[in-house]
């Protein structure tokens, strides 16, 4: 098939929050014949596209400079790029016309599209079958957040709220098929659509783990230590990280004095930086390879109050045998299509997560590594099953096209 995978980010590195993408392209790649079309930001060079060159037919990349600075200026950006209908000269629309005129050229049999941020672009190609990657819906995420942020931001989040909800609606009426990351991301926006008449086909295409990557070197579990990973300017992170710094670890330290939490992940906020000034919490920034902090884990500890998606950083934590503390949010998103969930010790509160890592810790290294996490993720996480969901989805989509075009 011949396939047109639109992305809001470019797949490359593996730490650019888009490596979904890349492990799809690399499996679809063995069927169909795949031109790329990204957004990209300010950091992107040429060594990212030649480590998506064996797999793909073409690239085309249009620049954009979102996704940086503080919280309004992105904010901004972001409400601005949204359009319901061809027009204007934003990174999507100069996408779309891309799009537009390979169609124009070329026999493309469907397109493969993710990001809110990309919507506008769907209008230039109105004909061709789609298959929509939801992978979170972010309207959930942004509801979420409003809970736990400051009222200056939440008249700019409400807006947000607002447009991914319409973005959403939008695609369920136009694609042949949604995807989600997460039964639970799934749940959320059928819960929305189906308020306003739509029943859309969905699937649920669960991120993979590289297992062979992704495997402990040390025979026995850290003590003392608590380890958090992601990318730190991702408010939920910050939020989660904070609250681990600020509510959770005090409690963790009246037991176990010299008990350590690592925050670790590139990005890390001014505020989450002051606040990693306090005892027996490092906050490292960019590392080559959160690897051997894993290694050297107790626990993993993942109290995100909101958010959506699957929290890649926790099967990472499974793959590598550590235990893992995490909020309902987090377990919940690690559900499986079938319904079958995480083994991870759940925790609501920042007392209830404090006493649970206690626990863990009395346990010291001696109990070893978890077995049953890895297990998990061996089974429900493989990138090759994924891909085989996608491939399903879009030949359903060639042979059975949606109903609606995107509105204009």
Same mark, same amino acid.
């Given at each position: 098939? #011949?396939?047109?995978?639109?992305?809001?980010?470019?797949?490359?590195?593996?730490?650019?929050?888009?490596?979904?993408?890349?492990?799809?392209?690399?499996?679809?790649?063995?069927? *169909?014949? %795949?031109? &790329?079309?990204? %957004?990209?930001?300010?950091? *992107?060079?040429?060594?990212?596209?030649?480590?998506?060159?064996?797999?793909?037919?073409?690239?085309?990349?249009?620049?954009?400079?979102?996704?940086?600075?503080?919280?309004?200026?992105?904010?901004?950006?972001?409400?601005?790029?949204?359009?319901?209908?061809?027009?204007?000269?934003? $990174?999507?629309?100069?996408?779309?016309?891309?799009?537009?005129?390979?169609?124009?050229?070329?026999?493309?049999?469907?397109?493969?599209?993710?990001?809110?941020?990309?919507?506008?672009?769907?209008?230039?190609? /109105?004909?061709?079958?789609?298959?929509?990657?939801?992978?979170?819906?972010?309207?959930?995420?942004?509801?979420?957040?409003?809970?736990?942020?400051?009222?200056?931001?939440?008249?700019?989040?409400?807006?947000?709220?607002?447009?991914?909800?319409?973005?959403?609606?939008?695609?369920?009426?136009?694609?042949?098929?949604?995807?989600?990351?997460?039964?639970?991301?799934?749940?959320?926006?059928? =819960?929305?659509?189906?308020?306003?008449?739509?029943?859309?086909?969905?699937?649920?295409? $669960?991120?993979? @783990?590289?297992?062979?990557?992704?495997?402990?070197?040390? /025979?026995?579990?850290? !003590?003392?230590?608590?380890?958090?990973?992601?990318?730190?300017?991702?408010? $939920?992170? !910050?939020?989660?990280?904070?609250?681990? %710094?600020?509510?959770?670890?005090?409690?963790?330290?009246?037991?176990?004095?010299?008990?350590?939490?690592?925050?670790?992940?590139?990005?890390?906020? =001014?505020?989450?930086?002051?606040?990693? #000034?306090?005892?027996?919490?490092?906050?490292?920034?960019?590392? =080559?390879?959160?690897?051997?902090?894993?290694?050297?884990?107790? @626990?993993?500890?993942?109290?995100?109050?909101?958010?959506?998606?699957?929290?890649?950083?926790? &099967?990472?934590?499974?793959?590598?045998?550590?235990?893992? @503390?995490?909020?309902?949010?987090?377990?919940?998103?690690?559900?499986? +299509?079938?319904?079958?969930?995480? /083994?991870?010790?759940?925790?609501?509160?920042?007392?209830?997560?404090? +006493?649970? %890592?206690?626990?863990?810790?009395?346990?010291?290294?001696?109990?070893? /590594? =978890?077995?049953?996490?890895?297990?998990?993720?061996?089974?429900?996480?493989?990138?090759?099953?994924?891909?085989?969901?996608?491939?399903?989805?879009?030949?359903?989509?060639?042979?059975?096209?949606?109903?609606?075009?995107?509105?204009?």
């Amino acid at each position: 098939m #011949q396939l047109l995978y639109v992305t809001n980010g470019f797949p490359y590195p593996l730490t650019s929050g888009y490596l979904r993408h890349y492990f799809l392209i690399r499996e679809l790649s063995e069927r *169909h014949s %795949i031109t &790329l079309l990204s %957004i990209v930001g300010a950091t *992107h060079d040429e060594s990212h596209v030649a480590a998506l060159a064996p797999y793909t037919e073409r690239i085309l990349t249009v620049s954009s400079a979102s996704g940086s600075g503080s919280f309004l200026p992105k904010a901004r950006d972001r409400l601005s790029g949204f359009s319901f209908g061809a027009g204007g000269d934003g $990174p999507a629309q100069r996408l779309g016309r891309i799009a537009a005129d390979l169609v124009r050229r070329e026999r493309f049999e469907a397109i493969l599209f993710s990001g809110k941020r990309t919507f506008p672009a769907l209008a230039y190609v /109105p004909d061709l079958p789609l298959v929509a990657d939801i992978c979170d819906t972010a309207s959930a995420r942004v509801r979420g957040s409003m809970r736990f942020s400051s009222p200056l931001r939440v008249p700019v989040l409400s807006l947000q709220y607002v447009e991914f909800k319409r973005v959403e609606r939008e695609l369920a009426r136009r694609a042949s098929s949604l995807l989600f990351s997460s039964a639970r991301d799934r749940d959320a926006l059928l =819960d929305d659509v189906r308020r306003h008449g739509l029943e859309p086909r969905t699937a649920v295409v $669960p991120n993979g @783990v590289d297992i062979d990557y992704w495997k402990r070197r040390s /025979p026995s579990l850290g !003590e003392g230590r608590v380890v958090f990973t992601g990318k730190m300017d991702y408010p $939920p992170n !910050e939020d989660a990280a904070l609250l681990l %710094i600020r509510e959770v670890m005090p409690i963790v330290r009246r037991s176990f004095p010299g008990a350590e939490l690592l925050v670790v992940g590139r990005d890390p906020t =001014d505020r989450l930086c002051r606040a990693g #000034q306090a005892p027996g919490v490092t906050v490292t920034g960019f590392v =080559d390879d959160v690897r051997p902090y894993l290694d050297g884990a107790g @626990v993993f500890a993942a109290p995100l109050r909101f958010g959506a998606g699957i929290q890649n950083k926790v &099967l990472e934590a499974m793959a590598m045998e550590v235990p893992v @503390v995490a909020s309902p949010l987090a377990a919940d998103g690690l559900r499986t +299509g079938r319904g079958e969930t995480p /083994p991870i010790v759940v925790a609501r509160s920042a007392d209830h997560v404090a +006493g649970r %890592i206690v626990e863990r810790l009395a346990l010291g290294g001696g109990a070893g /590594p =978890d077995r049953a996490a890895r297990a998990y993720v061996e089974e429900h996480f493989v990138w090759s099953e994924s891909a085989r969901i996608v491939d399903d989805a879009l030949t359903c989509a060639v042979s059975v096209p949606a109903a609606e075009p995107v509105r204009r």
